[in-house]
């Protein structure tokens, strides 16, 4: 069955970098595209971006724009999100989420599978 | 960006039904879908393209969308039930999500 695991939760300094991993399984790995999902404590779903294993393209919610590199390794089948500069307002769950059409258009897509979430608490 | 409006909450006893909204300009024209996140968990889909039930989903949950809406409905609601719901669409290459509705089945 489709499984998707994340990284440990991680906690670090204002002005530092996190990288998060999503190790999937159960499905051919280059036929559907990845998202990025955050929770802030207590709060909704925020979509971060997307990525395609298939040819690397990505596309960044216009709030992380020059803070977010998301990557794959199609060797282990896992997905990384990098977000820099972080604040304390980054504080939250972040979740990997697999689209559940392979190659669609993105309109017609959605999340089938989630990450059991990552906590990334920001503190000085 | 484009922008999905849900209320904040909506009570429902048991057995009855419950319809949660979510609005945004001409929601209509795309697809919606809807995600149900109980607490410390990770959501999951309950309805795509609409209307449609990924397998496992009980059939007591159904979806529409017309206009400016998109309805998700759940028939004979049970205290299972009761989670956090979120719908979501996109705006061309991005996603965007409702705030989410707490549904409480009391």
């Known amino acids: 069955q489709v499984q998707l695991v994340q990284s440990g939760g991680e906690v670090k300094k204002p002005g530092t970098s996190v990288k998060v991993s999503c190790k999937t399984s159960?499905?051919?790995?280059?036929?559907?595209?990845i998202s990025w999902v955050r929770q802030v404590p207590g709060q909704g779903l925020e979509w971060v971006g997307w990525?395609?294993?298939?040819?690397?393209?990505?596309n960044y919610a216009q709030k992380f724009e020059g803070r977010v590199t998301m990557t794959t390794d199609t060797s282990t089948r896992t997905v990384y999100m990098e977000l820099r500069s972080l604040r304390s307002d980054d504080t939250a769950v972040y979740y990997c989420?697999?689209?559940?059409?392979?190659?669609?258009?993105?309109?017609?897509?959605?999340?089938?599978?989630w990450g059991q979430g990552t906590l990334v608490s920001v503190s000085s | 960006s484009y922008e999905l409006t849900q209320p904040p909450s909506v009570s429902v006893s048991p057995g009855q039904t419950a319809s949660l909204t979510c609005s945004g300009d001409?929601?209509?024209?795309?697809?919606a879908c809807w995600y149900q996140q109980k607490p410390g968990q990770s959501p999951v889909l309950v309805i795509y393209?609409?209307?449609k039930r990924p397998s496992g989903i009980p059939e007591r949950f159904s979806g529409s969308n017309s206009g400016n809406t998109a309805t998700l409905t759940i028939r004979g609601t049970q205290t299972m039930d009761e989670a956090d719901y979120y719908c979501?669409?996109?705006?061309?290459?991005?996603?965007?999500f409702g705030g989410g509705t707490k549904l409480t089945v009391l």
């Open positions: 990525i395609s294993p298939d040819n690397r393209n990505t």
């Open positions: 989420a697999r689209e559940g059409i392979p190659a669609a258009v993105p309109a017609e897509n959605y999340f089938d599978s």
């Open positions: 159960g499905y051919t790995f280059i036929r559907h595209a």
């Open positions: 979501q669409a996109w705006d061309s290459v991005t996603v965007a």
């Open positions: 001409k929601l209509g024209d795309r697809y």
């Open positions: 393209q609409d209307n």
